[in-house]
């Protein structure tokens, strides 16, 4: 019924607009505009926000630090291995490295079972290296402890070439590895670090390259 009383003064909608009837028919309301709140989002994300400190590496271009480790000499055993590292971060991918290191050899299996035939003396038996490296971070990102701590961290290739001082003699050597650099806080940098150092020998009668690797842990300052 209301809908042709509606229709009914659709038709006669100037004659109404003139005697003011025209609020009667509820189609003909202007509709009021939706009002939305600005203060509250349509949707509530359920996720807590958190904060995290970042250690961030220091602006400064060159580390200097120590590392200590083992180091297995073909045929001559395994032991201790020291030395010191210094770097140049040229860019954010690429960096040149200098290090030196010093290990002692053991006695090989001949002369453990000879029971007395000696290959070296025994200051022969000190071996000194050192090689200029160029490294590339291959793998540069962040590293996470608990919920609130991330760390800068990357993983390196480094390759060079040096020379390594063993048996009274001078082999010239060549390097090849892989690291693992963790930023304690924007100076100080833990690394780990799995190098070959080759060179060839003729200790046991022939000439052969021997692979001597060695696995390292140190600490770095950046300056």
Not at 37 to 50: A, C, F, L, Q, T
Not at 142 to 155: P, Q, V
Not at 184 to 211: P, Q
Request: glycine content about 10%; hydrophobic content about 40%; overall charge negative.
């Amino acid at each position: 019924m209301e809908s042709r009383i509606c229709i009914f003064l659709l038709k006669a909608l100037p004659l109404l607009v003139l005697l003011g009837l025209s609020g009667g028919c509820s189609l003909l309301r202007t509709a009021e505009p939706a009002v939305y709140s600005e203060s509250e989002p349509v949707i509530k994300p359920g996720i807590e926000r958190r904060t995290i400190t970042e250690a961030d590496i220091d602006s400064e271009d060159f580390e200097v630090g120590a590392f200590v480790g083992v180091m297995g000499i073909e045929d001559f055993g395994s032991n201790v291995v020291y030395g010191v590292r210094a770097s140049y971060h040229a860019t954010e991918d690429f960096f040149f490295e200098a290090a030196a290191g010093a290990t002692r050899a053991d006695e090989t299996s001949y002369e453990t079972l000879s029971g007395g035939a000696q290959l070296l003396t025994d200051s022969q038996r000190d071996l000194y290296y050192y090689n200029l490296s160029l490294g590339y971070n291959v793998l540069p990102g962040e590293s996470f402890i608990g919920s609130r701590h991330a760390f800068n961290s990357a993983l390196y290739l480094v390759a060079g070439v040096g020379n390594t001082e063993f048996a009274d003699d001078s082999h010239f050597t060549y390097s090849v590895g892989a690291g693992y650099r963790f930023l304690l806080n924007d100076w100080v940098a833990l690394h780990l670090d799995f190098k070959d150092h080759i060179f060839e020998s003729d200790l046991l009668g022939t000439d052969k390259y021997t692979h001597n690797l060695e696995g390292t842990v140190g600490l770095s300052m950046f300056f």
